[in-house]
Nanobody, 121 residues
């Protein structure tokens, strides 16, 4: 059994900052990729940022220069530092991990439960 537990969402004013965390736990052998996605009401879920096990990063154009993704590999944890937040960043943010279990050589995709980020004055 694998769990992804997110934290750090909340209400922030435009221009403010938040830091999201996502910790993976369970019978994990390794994690090849962790990422953050978001879904606003009435819209499809979209990639925000991702980081691989060699620390390569990928950002959506709408967050470049404002958000930073990082990971703590021994803790199976990924972070998303969000600065200069805008009202259009309001969404539920989901953590995703591509990982390998101790019991299987295959790669599986797991999702967290989501954390609400609201940017409003």
């Amino acid at each position: 059994q694998v769990q992804l537990v997110e934290s750090g969402g909340g209400l922030v004013q435009p221009g403010g900052s938040l830091r999201l965390s996502c910790a993976a736990s369970g019978s994990i052998s390794s994690i090849s990729r962790m990422g953050w996605y978001r879904q606003a009401p009435g819209k499809q879920r979209e990639l925000v940022a991702a980081i691989t096990n060699d620390n390569s990063t990928n950002y959506a154009d709408f967050v470049k220069g404002r958000f930073t993704i990082s990971r703590d590999t021994p803790k199976n944890t990924v972070y998303l530092q969000m600065d200069s937040l805008k009202p259009e960043d309001t969404a539920v943010y989901y953590c995703n991990a591509h990982l390998q279990l101790r019991s299987s050589p295959l790669t599986y995709s797991y999702w967290g439960q989501g954390t609400q980020v609201t940017v409003s004055s």
